[in-house]
Nanobody, 125 residues
Framework: QVRLVESGGGLVQAGGSLRLSCAAS????????MGWYRQTPGKQRELVAA???????NYGDSVKGRFTISRDNAKNTVYLQMNSLKPEDTAVYSC???????????????????WGQGAQVTVSS
């Protein structure tokens, strides 16, 4: 079974910084992409940033130039460095990992995506 553990959320003043991390563990054969999404009450979930196995990245328009996504392949961990935070960044941030799980006998299983439990980020004005 694959599990994602998120950390790094909290309360910060506008203009401050936070760093989120998401570590994947369990029956993993390979990771295809990792990313962060966020959601607030009354709004649909939106993409914040994503990074593929080859290193290419994608950012939501509202965070470009302020947030940076990175990964440590050896640790199956993805990070989100959030700088110049704004009150509108307040949301629950959830990690998403698209991977190929490890089946019995070390055989590659199916490709599937998994979600973390969510980390609350609150930015005060």
């Amino acid at each position: 079974q694959v599990r994602l553990v998120e950390s790094g959320g909290g309360l910060v003043q506008a203009g401050g910084s936070l760093r989120l991390s998401c570590a994947a563990s369990g029956s993993i054969f390979s990771i295809n992409s990792m990313g962060w999404y966020r959601q607030t009450p009354g709004k649909q979930r939106e993409l914040v940033a994503a990074i593929r196995s080859g290193g290419s990245t994608n950012y939501g328009d509202s965070v470009k130039g302020r947030f940076t996504i990175s990964r440590d392949n050896a640790k199956n961990t993805v990070y989100l460095q959030m700088n110049s935070l704004k009150p509108e960044d307040t949301a629950v941030y959830s990690c998403n990992v698209d991977l190929t799980y490890l089946a019995g006998g070390g055989v590659a299983g199916k490709q599937h995506d998994y979600w973390g439990q969510g980390a609350q980020v609150t930015v005060s004005s």
